[in-house]
Nanobody
Framework: QVQLVESGGGLVQAGGSLRLSCAAS????????MGWYRQAPGKQRELVAI?????STNFADSVKGRFTISRAKDTVYLQMNSLKAEDTAVYYC????????????WGRGTQVIVSS
């Protein structure tokens, strides 16, 4: 069974920083792309950033220049700087996993609240 476990969310003032982590565990053969999505109240879930197994990255326009994404094997990190109130959301980790059951897996989410 594959699990993605996020950590690092919390409450921060506008202009501050947070670092999210997400670790994939279980009977995994290979983890392909890993990414972060977020969902604010009343809004659809949206892509924040993604990183391939080769290290290529892509970011939502709204976070470019403020967020970075990195990974170490089966763990992905999201460094969030210069946070704004509009970054408030539940952040979800996503990974494409080759395992007993191959597919896209989601974490349970971690709350980020940015106070203005």
């Amino acid at each position: 069974q594959v699990q993605l476990v996020e950590s690092g969310g919390g409450l921060v003032q506008a202009g501050g920083s947070l670092r999210l982590s997400c670790a994939a565990s279980g009977s995994i053969f290979r983890v392909n792309a890993m990414g972060w999505y977020r969902q604010a109240p009343g809004k659809q879930r949206e892509l924040v950033a993604i990183i391939t197994s080769g290290g290529s990255t892509n970011f939502a326009d709204s976070v470019k220049g403020r967020f970075t994404i990195s990974r170490a094997k089966d763990t992905v990190y999201l460094q969030m700087n210069s946070l704004k109130a509009e970054d408030t959301a539940v952040y979800y980790c996503n990974a494409g996993v080759v395992a007993g059951v191959t597919g896209a897996y989601w974490g349970r989410g971690t709350q980020v609240i940015v106070s203005s």
